[in-house]
């Protein structure tokens, strides 16, 4: 292993000085991917810490390199350990860079390791991993740069983590244009088709399973208005449906419901009369919410959790004005 002191120091003291704040800012606005480094002690124990700093070097031979704060607590570790292991973060695994980055007691403590070479703990759930012999330590102003040789590797295909602008965030493809033909206005390719496609493909699949329950879209609607606020009045009731599903509620199918047993009147003390659910009504809206728990399942079954996570987020930016 090489030391090598930087002989860029010198013009850098009397060189410009920048607004920290500013230059922290323009360093954040390169979106990195988020990995964990570790290392072992030399009294053995487990070692890492959450960097974003990690680059592939060079391809032969194979190398990699992160930098380490001066501050770190674990700076005399890294600079004596002979190894360290880059572990590149899913999408999944925020959870895990803050670990990594918090001041917690251990850890690693309930994490799966593999042990590496000198018995440098290796996390067992990430995207890749590399355990590396350090080639050289370089001087780099309030960091320390380690490169290291990659000694061993493996790697599984999945979404990252990514880090950017001081937030966490994950990847969205640039999507490859394959409209032909911009002049048509029926164009499968727009959003608002698309938008409308899954929305009645999804409802579509769990108005199925309510009527598999034996149950009618229109009682879910009441109930589950009801469930969430008591002593709603005919009125009321028909201008929320109204608002969460575009339909109004017809008056029969309220007192179908109370001729079921499952909601009853209740007059308020202004003399409105308003609608809460009974002991039954309470039981049959547990049984809709397990049967909308197992439709919302079924529906996330074929993506994977960050896209669930980025199709609600791009959901919820989505507003629809109608031209006036
Ligand atoms: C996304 C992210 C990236 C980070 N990258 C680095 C890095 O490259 N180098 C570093 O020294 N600290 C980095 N940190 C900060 C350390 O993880 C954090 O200061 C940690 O508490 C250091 O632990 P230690 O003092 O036990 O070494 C990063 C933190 C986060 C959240």
Known sequence: MTTQTSTQAAPFENGPRFDGRALRNAFGSFATGVTIVTTAGSDGADIGLTANSFSSVSLDP??????????????EAFCQSEYFAVHILSADQEDLSTRFASKVEDRFSG??????????????????????????????????????????????????????GGRYG??????????????????????????????????????????????TAEEYAVLSIIAR????????????SEEVRGQAISATIVQSLIARGLLCEDESSDGKTG???????KIAVMELISIRKASEAA????LDPSEVQLLKHLLARLEYSPAQ
């Not at 703990?121 to 001087?139: I, N, S």
Request: proline share 4%.
């Open 111 to 164: 994490l799966a390791l593999d042990r590496g070479p000198d018995g440098i703990p290796m996390l067992q759930e990430c995207m890749a991993r590399f355990a590396c012999k350090v080639a050289y330590q370089y001087e780099g102003g309030d960091h320390v740069i380690f490169v290291g040789e990659i000694v061993d590797f493996n790697h599984s295909a999945q979404k990252p983590l990514l880090f950017h």
């Open 275 to 281: 609608f809460k659910l009974t002991f039954e009504g």
């Open 62 to 75: 194979p190398m990699v390199l992160w930098s380490l704060a001066k501050t770190s607590m674990n700076m």
């Open 229 to 240: 606020e008591d002593g709603l009045c005919m009125p009321e009731i028909v201008a929320r």
């Open 299 to 302: 529906v996330q079954s074929g």
């Open 170 to 215: 994950m990847l969205l493809p640039k999507q490859i244009d394959t409209s032909e033909d911009v002049s048509s206005n029926l164009s499968s390719d727009d959003l608002l088709y698309q938008v409308s496609n899954a929305y009645f493909r999804t409802r579509h699949s769990v108005i199925n399973e309510l009527n598999r329950h034996n149950w």
